[in-house]
């Protein structure tokens, strides 16, 4: 057997599921892994081995329990599987900072539901993952600590959910659980080199949460397709009170259609645009050209300036920012991009929100409409291969940071405007080993179809040769700083 921390997630809850591993063993190999390196990747937040220990023993215990003469068909599907969950989501008796400095305090009373829907798939949650603060940046730097890319530890995880793909990439956990409210999933599974699903609106209940302006949703990193699908499967749901939901789909719905052909497809491709680093433009460009191959039919399809929806889309970040509710006094802990945005979003009055969301409201519609006429529209998924750690961070204007991350992901929104479902793959690599992340955008409520398409291209181009590059660099970091006797965080 391949060391536990290289087999996927599926592998992983074969191996339990075979009793070819103990819940216990693997969740301790993962803890142990977490020991040796996330003070070189700032991945966690949090680390619960105790937790994380009572939760594998129970695993264990259910998997003595069972006869082992059904194949395991009786179990949970993820029994005894490791994951994170990003610190913007309750886990009952954590930390739970939403990245701030200003909640260093506060512990979870309870689950989020979706992490209860994990517990109740099997998981085994190791911990909370660094997070963007209250998720309002593409990058993660925080009064935590930074979450840092296993391809090159100087160089940014991107964010908001940085640490969630940090823990998937550099084999930290099996799986994470996520957040994108503008790409937040999608921006930093290309920075890492995994697999980030936003779903669908509706698809994943926000409770005990809420989302009022629909644009943002849990959803899963994962280190191949079918472990996407696997973690989708387990976070489907809706619960009363809902903004949105979706219908209740079979189990096993999303896992099937990964493990299916998807046939022939329409594919839109967005025409390159100023800001694409060439390696951007050629993954685009050479995944257009696979698609080809694989036989489905490829054609440009019309540009969408980020103006159009920009401006307005700012308007609702900042309230959503300002909505948080943060004590007077501990304001001054809030980093200047949180300060900045809180303090626009405050100016807003009730007009120009609701204004700003009509707008948006018609924008999405428009969108839509625009490439409806396609299955999936295909683009980079940032603008640039992953950059240095503080590179976006203007200290001096908190507007200039935003405006920097904005340009380096102008499309990733779109996909929270119109509450499609948008997936990246690491479909690409620069010359000097560090991943690109191509973004796949379908129609509403076809995940299901991202996941088949998305599978069929792992197939043909997989990317998991590339783990034994960031081993070694990983190797190299560990000893350089057991040399100087410094971490990265």
Not at 23 to 52: N, S
Not at 102 to 121: E, H, M, N, Q, Y
Not at 145 to 170: H, Q
Not at 344 to 352: F, K, N, Y
């Amino acid at each position: 057997m391949s060391a536990l921390h290289d087999l996927t997630l599926a592998e992983q809850a074969e191996a339990v599921r075979a009793r070819a591993v103990s819940p216990t063993e693997l969740v301790d190999h993962h803890l142990h892994r977490i020991a040796e390196l996330d003070g070189l990747l700032g991945a966690y937040r949090t680390v619960d081995a105790p937790g994380a220990g009572r939760a594998a023993r129970a695993a264990e215990a259910l998997l003595l329990a069972s006869t082992g003469t059904d194949g395991g068909d009786g179990l949970p599907p993820l029994l005894g599987v490791p994951l994170s969950v990003k610190d913007t989501w309750p886990v009952r008796g954590l930390p739970f900072t939403a990245g701030s400095a200003a909640f260093d305090d506060r512990i979870a009373p309870a689950d989020a539901t979706v992490v209860g829907a994990l517990r109740t798939a099997g998981a085994v949650l190791l911990g909370t993952t660094t997070a963007a603060e209250f998720g309002c940046s593409s990058y993660t730097e925080t009064a935590h600590g930074t979450a840092r890319s296993p391809y090159g530890p100087a160089l940014g995880a991107g964010g908001s959910s940085g640490g969630a793909a940090v823990s998937v990439a550099a084999r930290l956990a099996a799986g994470a659980l996520g957040s994108d409210g503008g790409g937040s999933i999608r921006i930093p599974a290309a920075g890492c080199g995994v697999v980030g699903l936003k779903p669908s609106r509706g698809r994943v209940t926000p409770a005990p949460g809420t989302d009022a302006f629909g644009l943002a949703t849990a959803g899963p990193l994962a280190r191949t397709v079918l472990d996407t699908a696997l973690l989708l499967d387990a976070m489907a749901g809706s619960t009363p009170g809902d903004a949105g939901t979706l219908p209740a789909l079979p189990a096993g719905h999303f896992r099937a259609r990964a493990e299916r052909e998807p046939g022939p497809l329409r594919i839109g491709v967005l025409p390159p645009a100023d800001g694409w680093h060439p390696e951007a433009a050629l993954a685009c460009r050479r995944t257009a050209e696979l698609l080809l191959d694989l036989g489905h039919h490829v054609e440009e399809a019309p540009p969408t300036d980020p103006d159009e929806y920009l401006p307005d889309f700012t308007v609702l970040w900042s309230v959503l920012a300002a909505a948080v509710p943060v004590p007077p006094e501990r304001e001054e802990l809030l980093l200047p991009l949180t300060r900045w945005l809180r303090a626009r979003g405050s100016a807003h009055d009730a007009v120009r929100l609701y204004t700003a969301t009509a707008s948006l409201t018609a924008t999405a519609r428009a969108v839509c409409h625009r490439y409806d006429r396609y299955d999936a529209v295909l683009s980079p998924t940032t603008d640039t291969p992953p950059l240095p750690v503080g590179s976006l961070v203007d200290p001096d204007s908190p507007e200039r940071t935003f405006a920097r991350m904005l340009a380096l992901t102008p499309r990733t929104p779109l996909a929270n405007l119109t509450g499609r479902p948008s997936m990246s793959l690491p479909l690409h690599w620069t010359p000097d080993g560090l991943p690109i992340g191509v973004l796949l955008t379908a129609r509403h409520h076809q995940e299901g179809l991202l996941l088949s398409l998305g599978a069929q291209l792992e197939r043909a181009r997989p990317w998991h040769h590339h783990a034994a590059r960031q081993e070694a660099l990983l190797d190299q970091a560990r000893q350089a700083s057991a040399r100087t006797g410094q971490v990265a965080r």
